[in-house]
């Protein structure tokens, strides 16, 4: 459930906001009362800025935009103005105006990179990897030893398949930063994008040889032996890791995950329902639980399961998708029995299955709406579908 990848950086500085009045004494008290907040003039632009980039922190683009346009009018080279205005206008997903002011900053600054970053990760975003590549390469012109410009480039050869060259640029990236974990990942990534998942396990384990008591790396390699269906061993890396954080949720469903897929039901419910007790006020250890009993046939205790998660998340489709699940085995099982005997008198069980089919596909069709589960949903419906047209077809014949 819904993948893969994003850097972070913004430096606040506050300039020139409190002015500390030098007022007499006074021989009487009186209230205290802060510092008033110097207001935006033509003499501090970056007062303007430091709103603005508040203003980002908050989601509120608009605004940030406004003080960002204000800034600029007073200071035409204000170079981070121009790119927190691009990055706003990236937000409020307005590209066009994103995409020219990035320009206008590479013409205030040639030598900084971070216009050129920005404009190629908007192309990035849009697939347009023929111009990213450009831009890439330009800001590299500038900075050969940005590791965000590496690892742009690296990303780009790998979405378009060219693998070796997104390995040289991770690489390089690595040299600049030996320590970063995103790079370090995003080859493990590479390899198995190659379709060479012992590589990508080779590198992964040798990462936690050098750091093994990173827990982000043993993360990182069970998740990856999880994706290869090499459960045993990741198994190992997930106990080691719920040993070290025996209070981490997400660590212990994971561990249920493993044991679930190797057939260990006990200890899979052991792990459930112990993240259950971590996180009360969370849905998702309620939904393993139901997935885990709908696995075992016992349809009844997952409802109760799904319907306890929709009691703390009644928008979530995950029950959707589980409800779906449990209604087309049930319609499964019934018109298997029908199957086995079709009679007049078995009625009944043709039109319970018909009453369960149906269900399943109206639970299947709300899941859809998630991209998580739509294509599983899909499916879901396309056999009910198929399963439904046979038993009609039945019914005409049997049970008129």
Known sequence: ????????????????????????????????IQDPIVQPTEENPEALYAFALEYYKQSNFD???????EAIKIKPDYYAAYILLAKAYRAKRDLINAEATYAAAKKVDPMDP???????????????????????????????TSVNLLN?????????????????????SLKYEPDNLSTQFAIASVYIEKDEPNKAILYLEEL????????????????????????????????????????????????????????????????YKEAQKLAPDK????????????????????????????????NNLYAYFLLGDIYERRGYASKAAWDKNKAKKNCSKLNAALSSLRSAISYYSKARA?????????????????????????KWFYCK
């Not at 920005?118 to 900075?143: C, F, H, K, N, P």
């Not at 050098?210 to 061993?233: C, I, M, Q, W």
């Not at 990741?234 to 190797?262: C, F, H, M, S, T």
């Open 1 to 32: 459930m819904s993948m893969i990848l994003k850097a972070r950086y913004l430096v606040f500085i506050l300039v020139g906001l409190i002015v500390i009045s030098c007022a007499p004494i006074q021989t009487t008290t009186k209230p205290d």
């Open 152 to 172: 742009g480039l690296g990303y780009i050869y790998m979405k378009t398949k060219e693998y070796d060259k997104a390995l040289l640029y991770y690489n390089k």
């Open 283 to 314: 849905a998702l250890p309620l939904f393993y639980l139901a997935d885990l009993y709908i696995s075992r046939g016992k349809y009844g205790v997952a409802e109760s399961y799904i319907k306890q998660a929709q009691k703390i998340e009644p």
């Open 208 to 271: 936690v040889k050098v750091k093994p008591k990173n827990l982000e790396v043993r993360e990182k390699l069970a998740e990856t032996l999880t994706d290869l269906k090499r459960y045993s061993e990741a198994e190992k890396q997930y106990e080691y890791l719920v040993e070290k954080k025996p209070d981490n949720y997400l660590y212990r469903l994971k561990l249920g995950v493993i044991y679930q897929r190797q057939k260990q039901y006990t200890k899979a419910e052991a792990q």
């Open 114 to 144: 971070r216009a050129y970053e920005g404009l190629a990760a908007l192309y990035t975003e849009t697939q347009r990897y023929g111009e990213a590549i450009v831009e890439y390469q330009s800001g590299l012109m500038a900075d050969s």
């Open 370 to 394: 998630d991209s998580n589960f739509g294509p599983h949903a899909g499916k879901g419906i396309t056999r009910s579908n198929k399963y439904i047209k046979g038993l009609e077809e039945d």
């Open 63 to 69: 605004e940030t935009i406004n003080k960002c346009q």
